[in-house]
């Protein structure tokens, strides 16, 4: 029988991107981006505002603040050169502005007048960010200078509000709409650029490189700049993936991974509908990380095999981030948890890397197991539940063992249940009506049991209460 759907299984709204249209300039002496920023606002909310809001994440890279960077035991890895500081200055604005929450890290503008539902308003923002020297998706690293969250971007409203959550060390703190950007970009003439989108052009003028970047229908953009990088492509249908490298001693193989995992999960979920695709090595203090048609590969994992299982689990998270959005403050499992089973479907669909779902789930049980025991001996008990907000785990430990490799365990849990053909159906189903939009905890409910004819509510319930006893 088939439960009672409170909630849809995906957004019905079809609504009118916001554009940004953004000028930056980056000046490598002073490790400072100047930025100019023209974004069209469309109110999409249904409702009157009187105000619109921005993150500011580079706040959180400023001395004091509030929310470290990075946990302890990732301290002396990020910070290669000693501790640094990062910020972003607002300049100038065409609206009256101020700042809120912790560590200023939300731009509020406030609008002169009401703007109505289905209006627009154009918001002009002038910045300088300051890259502090650190190896993270903000930063001047060792090899690489990484632009993630560097430029001021929409929070989403929902719920009558805005979203005004902060910066959080325990995962990637983000939550951001599909919109359109338009970005020029100028920096010293020795760097090779590697960034989100399409490069519409490329001049060079007085020892600076000038470039044109179109990206349509993503929900963030990127760049990265390298003095190093080298690159191999292959083309994927209408999609070229770029493999940008500078230390891998095994690159082809590296750019057949990229490349087999664009196949095999435009075949698993539903067509990847980009031009590019960029996997890029870099100074990142983490395994890998996801931006809309970009990875980042960290440049100092410690085997091949994680390499690979890496840019595994970054590309699905093109399908489970980029296209399928989802709060990842509030939920962040929702897509790390899909992001590590999609690497479990790669491997079964592609033999030659002797590595089985089977193994994957062996290792991830057994993993899980040793993470809960040895906190409930030091700490007397431990909080499994993956279904909670990021400033709600004690530490990045318990983030990783439950919302990665508990929710893996889940989802595997359910493919056993379902049997391969439906579990894929589902997850179709739950791609394709998602797509573009976000998902949350019910409407991944709401997909997988339309999609299999079954109730799945009290399977799902008792993974999110947490009372799945993992043996
Ligand atoms: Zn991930």
Request: proline fraction near 2%; charge should be negative; charged fraction near 20%.
């Amino acid at each position: 029988m088939l439960g009672l759907f409170l909630f849809g299984c995906g957004q019905n709204s079809e609504t009118e991107n916001n554009s940004y249209e953004i000028k930056l300039a980056y000046d490598d002496e002073e490790n400072k981006l100047l930025g100019e920023m023209t974004v069209n606002y469309y109110n999409n909310t249904g409702e009157e505002l009187e105000f619109v809001c921005f993150h500011l994440y580079p706040n959180a890279f400023r001395e004091n603040s509030s929310q470290s960077i990075v946990s302890l035991a990732n301290y002396n890895r990020a910070y290669y050169n000693g501790k640094s500081y990062g910020d972003i200055i607002i300049t100038d604005c065409n609206k009256e502005f101020s700042f809120i929450g912790e560590d200023e890290n939300i731009l509020k503008l406030d609008l002169s007048s009401t703007l109505a539902p289905n209006d627009i308003v154009i918001l002009k923002i002038e910045f300088e960010t300051i890259l502090p020297e650190i190896n993270h998706r903000m930063g001047v690293g060792e090899n690489t200078i990484n632009f993630g969250n560097a430029v001021p971007i929409l929070c989403v409203y929902e719920n009558g509000a805005f979203d005004l959550n902060g910066y959080n060390s325990n995962g990637d703190p983000f939550y951001s709409e599909i919109s359109d950007y338009s970005v020029q970009i100028s920096f010293p003439e020795k760097f090779k650029i590697a960034c989100t989108g399409e490069l519409i052009s490329e001049s060079i003028e007085d020892g600076n490189k000038l470039v044109s970047i179109k990206a349509d229908n993503v929900r963030d953009f990127v760049f990265i700049l390298s003095e190093k990088f080298e690159v191999l492509t292959q083309d994927v249908g209408n999609t070229t993936v770029s493999y940008y490298y500078y230390d891998d001693e095994k690159p082809e193989e590296s750019l057949k991974t990229s490349v087999l995992s664009l196949q095999t999960f435009n075949e698993l979920f539903g067509e990847y509908p980009y031009s590019t695709l960029k996997v890029v090595e870099a100074s990142f203090v983490h395994g890998g990380m996801e931006f809309p048609n970009l990875v980042l590969i960290s440049d100092s994992l410690f085997s091949y095999e994680t390499y690979t299982t890496v840019i595994i689990h970054e590309i699905a998270h093109q399908w489970w981030y980029g296209l399928v959005g989802n709060d990842q403050y509030n939920y962040g499992w929702l897509d790390e948890g899909l992001a590590e089973f999609s690497t479990a479907l790669f491997y079964e669909k592609n033999p030659e890397y002797n590595i089985t779902r089977e193994q994957m789930t062996l290792r991830n049980q057994s993993n899980y197991k040793v993470f809960e025991t040895i906190y409930t001996d030091v700490l007397g008990s431990v909080n499994t539940n993956f279904n909670r907000a990021l400033d709600e785990f004690a530490n990045e430990q318990e983030y990783v063992y439950t919302s990665y490799v508990k929710a893996y365990l889940m989802h595997d849990s359910l493919y056993e249940y379902l049997g391969e053909k439906k579990y894929l159906k589902c997850l179709k189903y739950y791609f394709s009506n998602n797509k573009y939009k976000f998902a949350t905890p019910e409407s991944l409910i709401a997909c997988f049991e339309k999609a299999s004819g079954r109730n799945l509510e009290s399977f799902f319930y008792s993974w999110f209460e947490d009372k799945v006893i993992i043996s």
